[in-house]
């Protein structure tokens, strides 16, 4: 039995945010079908199919999209088709939620916005998750996680004063909205299960990033002042710096929190002594150079250790292949090893909470394009064998992509 | 565009939940605020001395000693009761008909009661390490992609990583009381978050990608994350501006914006690769052009050709922007008779809406009501 056992979810959302989201309920036990089209299917699989593409199993070998779509079955219905439409507006009757992050527009052009999905289910929730929200004047507008951390304001508060400002990621707004779209689906499932009704739920992905930046906003709304780029920032702490260690492109964030831990730093890294006093020290006009002298003699990883030995937040920057092989992730097995149709054995990232000590299993990888077409189409709905095949005939469902 | 139900239902999604922050820190205090925005009762049961977060900076100028604002961001809706003048019984009673106590030590908890920990790292090799909000965007491998390319890296500021692992932690902590409501789950559950793991939102598709493709790129400079280009934050006329073009057809239309069609039909600049290959041609280009445009014309121009550019507002920018005026995206967080604007819930259950903004308790404000 897991925490969500019972309740199931459409998704018919595309690219990281939305089946995000719906990777969460999953996790936790709710049944999520997937709903893609063989034409306009998920475009984390690719943006575009050639027949080279379709031959070569090219929709089954994104690991992103692998990545987001485990513990999910998966379907594929021709919604712009009447029986498509009709068949997921049957499975809707017996789902919980449905999830959606199409572009503004497309929900209503195929005829399943809220009041028909309501229709059909009175109790249904409905969750849109467009860049801006689904309100006001850019309620239709475009954007990528990209976007939404433009929009967000939060460049302004990374970089130094001479540079543009400065962002984090290449698709930022994603996964922080992927994680506001699971917060909202059960909280309105919470408010379904006490009173029995549905509603519509609009989030904005823009908005999901204030709180990153909200050490900007609030500075602002509390002084009237733009925050200055540029300035070290630490949040409270007394130190906090980037510093060069040895080999190629390595470095050590340290941040000293406490002024009880001045001393203990400067000692532990063997710093000039001049520099032990902490009202004083971490002013020094030379502090800098004095510690990236020191740190370029080590490894990162070494300096680390002997750092966090003595209680001092410090990390080395981890690339790609170190998160695949650090000993923390391991030992709580955290990537979960799963043989996937086509790309064989692939690391799967467990859910980042638990509710024991082992994490919650990764119980199937991510479904192939229309896997479970017959067990959710005849199981769920009941459709027969001759049925799913005349489907199957007309192009309605299918399991292979198909050319526009 | 969805339609806004005029006649919201009376009672909130969450009505009927008791949660109790024993923590104290940005993470559980955001995941406390996300309940108690949604009509959960919250009581934050704090030391004499006030929860910490009382002393984060940026200060309001108001109250005595000033409030902090990120206090009050994240306390809007709460209770505040002192732990130490509760007496023993309201202390036990008040703990016990909670539904999740989140707390560093769950062993000072009674086992029948469910406790979520939300930890930099959670049981294992860095139990007990050290850590920051900086130090973690080392260690979910973001940091080396951020900044120029001869370094040091650029570490985000704020308290990001307590904002992903608190909104990440109301997974499970809600996923459990409702599945308790079902009879899925027992209460006396212990649940934990890593905000380690939590932080490998951002980068775990990057690592899966990695371990199939052996690719990782060394940081190319400031907002440069490949493949995407055009990708970035450009000065205009009137602003910032954020460009981000990917398919060809964007292409197209962004060439046309910046009256550089003769770019158009190159056919090396038809994919990102190619045109992240010719950057360093491209780039003086594209900058030229917007210096002397308007970021706000551009914006509205892209978007109606559906290009994703985007302004990139600042902090006061941000409080005048049409679109999160007319969605109230901030709103008041009230202390006695004054106010102070914050963010304000960023998804909306359009029947059962979130609080916008709402009452900051003064330490202890309700602890009579907890005797």
């Known amino acids: 039995m897991s925490p969500l056992s019972g309740i199931r979810i459409i998704d018919l959302s595309m690219g990281w945010a939305g089946p995000l989201a719906c990777r969460h309920l999953a996790d936790l036990g709710a049944e999520v079908i997937k709903v893609e089209s063989c034409i306009r299917f998920d475009w984390w699989r690719s943006w575009e199919a050639t027949p080279e593409w379709i031959d070569q199993d090219g929709a089954e070998k994104s690991t992103s999209f692998n990545m987001v779509n485990r513990n999910k079955r998966a379907i594929t219905l021709e919604l712009d088709q009447a029986d498509g439409r009709a068949l997921l507006l049957r499975l809707v009757s017996h789902a919980n939620a449905v999830v959606e992050n199409f572009s503004g527009g497309v929900l209503k052009k195929l005829g399943l916005e809220y009041e028909t999905l309501r229709a059909h289910n009175e109790q249904i929730v409905l969750l849109s998750m467009p860049p801006f929200g689904a309100s006001g004047p850019w309620a239709d507008f475009r954007a990528y996680g990209s976007t939404v951390e433009h929009a967000s304001g939060l460049p302004h508060l990374n970089g130094q004063p001479e540079d543009l400002p400065v962002m984090q990621h290449v698709a930022l707004g994603d996964p922080v909205g992927g994680i506001a779209g699971a917060q909202a689906l059960l909280t309105a499932l919470r408010h379904q299960r006490r009173t029995e009704q549905g509603q519509q739920i609009d989030l904005s992905q823009t908005e999901a990033l204030f709180p990153l930046a909200s050490h900007g906003i609030l500075e602002f709304s509390a002084t009237g002042r733009e925050p200055d780029r540029g300035r070290d920032r630490p949040n409270t702490s007394i130190h906090q710096g980037v510093y060069p260690c040895q080999g190629h492109d390595e470095w050590l964030v340290i941040e000293i929190t406490r002024p009880t831990e001045w001393l203990t730093f400067v000692e532990t890294l063997n710093l000039p002594s001049h520099l032990s006093q902490p009202d004083t020290g971490p002013h020094h006009p030379d502090l800098r150079t004095y510690i990236a002298d020191r740190t370029t003699l080590e490894s990162a990883a070494s300096l680390m250790e002997t750092l966090q030995r003595q209680g001092i937040a410090a990390a080395r920057t981890f690339s790609y292949s170190d998160l695949l092989t650090d000993p923390h992730l391991a030992a709580r097995d955290f990537w979960q090893w799963k043989d996937r149709a086509v790309v064989g054995r692939q690391p799967n990232p467990s859910a980042p909470y638990r509710f024991g000590a082992a994490p919650i299993p990764v119980n199937t990888p991510a479904p192939t394009l229309g896997e479970h077409n017959a067990e959710v189409l005849g199981g769920l709905l009941g459709l027969s064998a001759d049925e799913l095949s005349d489907l199957n005939a007309r192009g309605i469902i299918g399991s292979r992509p198909r050319l526009r | ?371």
Request: aromatic letters at 10%; proline letters at 9%.
């Open chain 2, 1 to 371: 565009m969805i339609p806004v139900m005029s006649k919201p239902d009376p009672g909130q999604a969450l009505n009927g939940i008791r949660i109790v922050d024993l923590s104290g820190t940005v993470a559980s205090a955001y995941c406390g605020k996300c309940f108690a925005d949604y009509g959960a009762e919250v009581i934050d049961l704090e030391p004499d001395t006030g929860f910490s977060t009382r002393q984060l900076p940026p200060f309001t100028r108001f109250g005595d000693p000033p409030l902090s604002a990120m206090h009050a961001y994240l306390s809007t809706n709460k209770h505040s009761v002192l732990k130490e003048e509760l007496t023993e019984t309201a202390l036990a009673t008040l703990i016990d008909r909670a539904d999740l106590v989140l707390t560093h030590d769950p062993n000072q908890v009674p086992a029948h009661v469910s406790t979520l920990s939300i930890d930099w790292f959670g049981p294992g090799p860095y139990a007990d390490h050290a850590a920051t909000d900086a130090t973690l965007f080392a260690m979910n491998g973001m940091l080396k992609k951020i900044g120029p390319a001869e370094g040091p890296p650029y570490l985000p500021t704020g308290y990001q990583a307590q904002f992903v692992g608190g909104a990440t932690a109301y997974l499970p902590a809600l996923a459990h009381i409702l599945g308790c409501e079902m009879g899925n789950e027992t209460r006396g559950t212990r649940l934990n978050t890593s905000i380690f793991e939590a932080m490998l939102c951002f980068t775990e598709p990057a690592a899966v990608g990695f371990f199939n493709s052996g690719l990782d790129m060394d940081r190319m400079g400031i907002n440069r994350f490949p493949p995407t280009y055009p990708l970035g934050v450009f000065p205009c006329a009137d602003g910032w501006l954020g460009v981000t073009v990917l398919t060809p057809s964007q292409w197209h239309s962004f060439c046309h914006l910046l009256d550089m069609e003769e770019w158009a039909d190159v056919p090396l600049f038809q994919s990102s690769v190619g045109r992240l290959e010719a950057s360093d041609l491209i780039e003086p280009r594209i900058r030229e052009a917007l210096a002397t445009l308007s970021a706000e014309a551009l914006f509205y121009k892209a978007q109606a050709a559906r290009v994703p550019l985007a302004r990139v507002p600042t902090m006061g920018e941000l409080f005048e922007i049409d679109q999160f005026k007319s969605r109230s995206a901030f709103a008041h967080a009230t202390f006695d008779q004054s106010s102070i604007k914050v963010p304000s819930m960023p998804f909306r259950l359009l029947r059962t809406p979130p609080h916008f903004g709402g009452p900051v308790p003064r330490l202890g404000e309700h602890t009579e009501q907890y005797q």
